[in-house]
């Protein structure tokens, strides 16, 4: 599903990734874990297209990330950042909005799925008349999980889902990310979130 | 009607007006006076400069020679304006120069045909003041709107990438910085309209009644003058940041870094 191949990421003369190879097969669910620096949040942005390597190559669902298949990779994945100020006012809107996007057409809104997914993922049904700025980021980053699900997007891609969350919250997300068949490539210094993925990557800073 | 004249001699006397604000900038110790006199002998000399050529333009009233004045005011203002937004001359100049063309081309025609039913498009007396007073308010909507969004896109990349790595094409993702920048350009200028006549008098309409033209045939310019300043002022908006965005954007739809200048 994503695959790697001796990808190196320099920046400013400083190699910061060199020579990544690695395979994250299809429903696979993957930590990422390494120190700061390390090259983690480049890693998961290349998927995107929204960092281009220095070397090797990157393939997401069969095409290699490049300018002419991007808007085709893109649209198969849902990525949830760690802090994101979205230009919404309401948390209708930024639940409502992406389903106008070109890439989700086919995808309908369906509110009774929303509020199944909220009482999964313990957000209130009253969030959804909420305004952006009023909830919280471990609230922001569950919507954020539960929209990737109604979107039936192929690749979630989470940075430190459990950072901003208690730990009942916790055990519920992770619960919940175990049942849902979709490959998952995630950042994490949480081990026990980790420890619940199929592998943990480990990735060590250039020195 | 007559306009009365001012000679030189109470051109000074008028300029001594500026004795006061002096007085008080220095009074206050705030560092503009300096300034203030260079602007002031800026502008003096700038205007009879204008004045001197415009006499020439209006007393020549030649098509090719006004098309080049048009051309090379476009010029001047779409370098200003790249310059004052600190983006690369190299990457935005064509797209702006084509921009600013487009938009003051479209309804400087729709104005002097449509709406004034001139013979000759290129007469002088109607089409140079037509085109500077646009090119005046096309730099200054043009340097809030573009600056709001380059300077927004850049600052919330988060936000931006975002939408991007989620499936939004370009335009999509860029939509609610374009919404933003629009909005900063013209709020201004929608809340100056609706006061129109109430708290201000333009000087367009102040001009035209102390040159001798009745206050209802000045008002019917004035009104006039306001919706080409409008509508120009965002074409050209809208054009130079849609068309702008095709050389500042890399084929991921990344903000190249190259666009700024250091």
């Known amino acids: 599903m994503i695959k790697f191949e001796n990808v190196s990421f320099v920046f400013d003369d400083k190699t910061i990734v060199s020579g990544y190879s690695e395979h994250i097969k299809e429903s696979e669910h993957v930590c990422l874990m390494g120190e700061s620096g390390a090259g983690k949040s480049t890693i998961m942005k290349s998927i995107m297209g929204l960092i281009q390597p220095d070397g090797g190559k990157i393939t997401v669902c069969g095409k290699e990330v490049t300018h002419a298949d991007i808007l085709s990779i893109r649209s198969h994945i849902a990525w949830v950042p760690q802090e994101v100020h979205l230009p919404y006012e309401f948390v209708k809107e930024a639940l409502e909005a992406p389903f106008v996007l070109k890439v989700n057409q086919s995808r309908r809104f369906d509110k009774d799925q929303m509020f199944q997914l909220f009482e999964t993922l313990s957000l209130d049904k009253s969030i959804y008349e909420r305004r952006m700025q009023d909830i919280s980021g471990g609230e922001r980053q569950r919507l954020m999980i539960a929209l990737a699900v109604m979107l039936d997007k192929k690749i979630l891609l989470l940075d430190e889902p459990t950072s901003a969350i208690d730990s009942e919250t916790r055990e519920k997300m992770i619960a919940f990310l175990k049942t849902i068949n979709i490959t998952l490539f995630a950042i994490s210094h949480d081990m026990p979130f980790a420890l619940t993925c199929d592998r943990i990557i480990r990735l060590n800073k250039i020195r | ?262």
């Open chain 2, 1 to 262: 009607m007559q306009t009365q004249a001012i000679t030189l001699f109470h051109l000074f006397i008028g300029l001594l007006l500026i004795l006061i604000p002096a007085y008080i900038l220095n009074y206050y110790k705030t560092g503009l006076v300096k300034d203030m006199f260079i602007s002031v002998f800026r502008m003096v000399i700038q205007l009879f400069l204008v004045g001197f050529y415009l006499n020439y333009l209006f007393e020549w009233n030649n098509l090719w020679i006004n098309i080049a004045w048009t051309l090379i005011m476009i010029g001047v203002c779409s370098g200003n304006l790249i310059k004052r937004i600190k983006l690369s001359q190299k990457i935005m100049f064509i797209p702006v120069y084509f921009s600013v063309f487009v938009s003051v081309a479209l309804i400087v025609i729709y104005f002097l045909k449509g709406v004034l039913c001139l013979d000759d498009l290129f007469d002088s007396r109607y089409y140079i003041p037509i085109c500077g007073i646009l090119l005046g308010n096309v730099l200054s909507s043009s340097v809030i709107g573009l600056n709001a969004f380059y300077s927004s896109i850049s600052r919330e990349q988060q936000m931006y990438h975002y939408l991007l790595g989620n499936g939004a094409t370009q335009t999509e993702a860029q939509m609610p910085f374009v919404r933003q920048s629009l909005i900063k350009a013209f709020n201004p200028a929608i809340a100056s309209m609706a006061v129109m006549g109430l708290i201000s008098l333009p000087g367009t309409l102040i001009g035209q009644i102390i040159g001798g033209s009745s206050p209802e045939i000045s008002i019917r310019y004035q009104i006039m003058i306001m919706v080409i300043n409008f509508s120009c002022s965002i074409l050209s908006v809208l054009i130079s940041l849609l068309w702008s965005v095709r050389y500042t954007f890399d084929s991921y739809g990344i903000l190249k870094k190259n666009a700024f200048v250091s």
